[in-house]
């Protein structure tokens, strides 16, 4: 994975992280930590239920921020993917030309029986 698409992907990730939690603590009036805690327990999934918007714009700008947020946390997955899958290319051709595979310079006894 490139460097600026990775530090792109925490940056955007950080800012909803950010974003929730300001729009929390000032429109359902939580605490910072209650805001933050919300913001990182909805975007993992988790949803433990301990908090729960009260207002129409809460819970509007908690259905935004888990479409925005999956979305984030799709397009991370998939460059990891991405990257790993390279990375396992690029090993397995290495293992190639280490091993020599697909050419004809074996040894004259490898695999005969004579030797």
């Known amino acids: 994975m490139r460097l600026v698409s990775a530090l792109t992907i925490v940056g955007t990730l950080v800012a909803i992280i950010a974003g ?3 729009f929390f603590r ?12 919300f913001t990182v327990v909805t975007l ?14 809460g819970k509007i ?3 935004v921020m888990i479409f925005v947020g999956l979305s984030v946390f799709i397009v991370a997955v998939q460059q990891f993917g991405s990257f790993a899958m390279r990375k396992r290319q690029e090993h397995t051709k290495w293992l190639i030309g280490q091993w020599g595979h697909g050419r004809n310079d074996r040894h004259p006894h490898d695999g005969d029986g004579n030797g």
């Open 20 to 22: 929730g939690t300001v």
């Open 26 to 37: 000032y429109v359902e009036g939580w605490s910072w930590l209650d805001a933050y805690f």
């Open 44 to 57: 993992s999934t988790v949803g433990y239920g301990s908090l729960v918007p009260e207002t129409a714009a």
């Open 61 to 63: 700008g908690t259905t």
